[in-house]
T-cell receptor
């Protein structure tokens, strides 16, 4: 089984940097996804980390430490439109390979 | 937009009635999934399919059945709807490395 933990809610200021953490415990790990979901909309893919380290995509970066069971999503130069839920999902090694989602972190960006 | 549509987008029904939700994709993805999303629970997998007529149960499959007779269509049926099945239902399709989600169906069971 898998246990995924991320904060329920975070707030930040426009223009700032915010880090959203995700910790996981799993019997077999393949990779970790981050999705963004605006209120009333579908989740959209942000990143998929398999190897340790930081991957950067514009204002968003995602970090993974397999040995620590830890990932974070880093959002720079925050904009009001970044207010959304951020979902962490762990893909198991073997079996169906279907990811299990955490409960999501609601990020509120204020002026 | 990954070419995934869901119908209906909104539905209100009564307890005990059967309900079928449809997911349609245009990208010929092998894998398709049905999730439900509820406050405090996040996205939970109901059923998934890894090919035509190949389906399997997810974490919360009780009270739901699925069918996939064509690559592009994945149907979710609530055999006898209950109030606990009031939720937002998301379909997804994709590869083993990436899932693309449909716009969701908001289902209310009275």
């Amino acid at each position: 089984g898998q246990n995924i933990d991320q904060p329920t809610e975070m707030t930040a200021t426009e223009g700032a940097i915010v880090q959203i953490n995700c910790t996981y415990q799993t019997s077999g790990f393949n990779g970790l996804f981050w999705y963004q979901q605006h209120a009333g909309e579908a989740p959209t893919f942000l990143s998929y980390n398999v190897l340790d380290g930081l991957e950067e995509k514009g204002r968003f970066s995602s970090f993974l430490s397999r040995s620590k069971g830890y990932s974070y999503l880093l959002l720079k130069e925050l904009q009001m439109k970044d207010s959304a839920s951020y979902l962490c999902a762990v893909r198991p090694l073997g079996g169906s390979y279907i990811p299990t989602f955490g409960r999501g972190t609601s990020l509120i960006v204020h002026p | 937009d990954a070419g995934i549509t869901q119908s209906p987008r909104h539905k209100v029904t009564e307890t005990g009635t059967p309900v079928t939700l449809r997911c349609h994709q245009t990208e010929n993805h092998r894998y398709m999934y049905w999730y439900r999303q509820d406050p405090g629970h996040g996205l939970r997998l109901i059923h998934y399919s890894y090919g035509v007529k190949d389906t399997d149960k997810g974490e919360v499959s009780d009270g739901y059945s699925v069918s996939r007779s064509k690559t592009e269509d994945f149907l979710l049926t609530l055999e006898s709807a209950t109030s606990s099945q009031t939720s937002v239902y998301f379909c997804a399709a994709g590869t083993s490395d990436e899932q693309f989600f449909g716009p969701g169906t908001r289902l209310t069971v009275l």
